[in-house]
């Protein structure tokens, strides 16, 4: 059974940034891996996506041109580095992890993963 902790969040000012670190606990080498996250009230979205090889990734609108998306697997790690953060990205995050032999595309959809981390809370304030 995979094991994901997700770890570098807290309180940022608006503009700032953070990383947030996704560690497996085994290698991630078959799994696609996405960063999701759910706002007090709101439903789980996603956030971006990686290929399993890091070939190929996807960012949800909100977070183009801000938020990056990038693995090591040789360090069994993802990690989505977050600039220009706003109020609005305040959320609890996730990472997941989808298990495939091939190198398709990943998704954002959160039904499609089958190991999930336990969030790391992101505030973004003044």
């Known amino acids: 059974q995979l094991q994901l902790v997700e770890s570098g969040g807290g309180l940022v000012q608006p503009g700032g940034s953070l990383r947030l670190s996704c560690a497996a606990s085994g290698s991630l080498d078959y799994y696609r891996i996405g960063w999701f996250r759910q706002a007090p009230g709101k439903e789980r979205e996603g956030v971006s996506c990686?290929?399993?090889?890091?070939?190929?990734?996807k960012a949800a609108d909100s977070v183009k041109g801000r938020f990056t998306i990038s693995r090591d697997n040789a360090k069994n790690t993802v990690y989505l580095q977050m600039n220009s953060l706003k109020p609005e990205d305040t959320a609890v995050y996730y990472c997941a992890a989808d298990f495939t032999f091939g190198q398709a595309m990943c998704v954002m959809t959160p039904d499609s993963y089958d190991y999930w981390g336990q969030g790391t809370q992101v505030t973004v304030s003044s």
């Open positions: 990686i290929s399993r090889n890091g070939g190929s990734t």
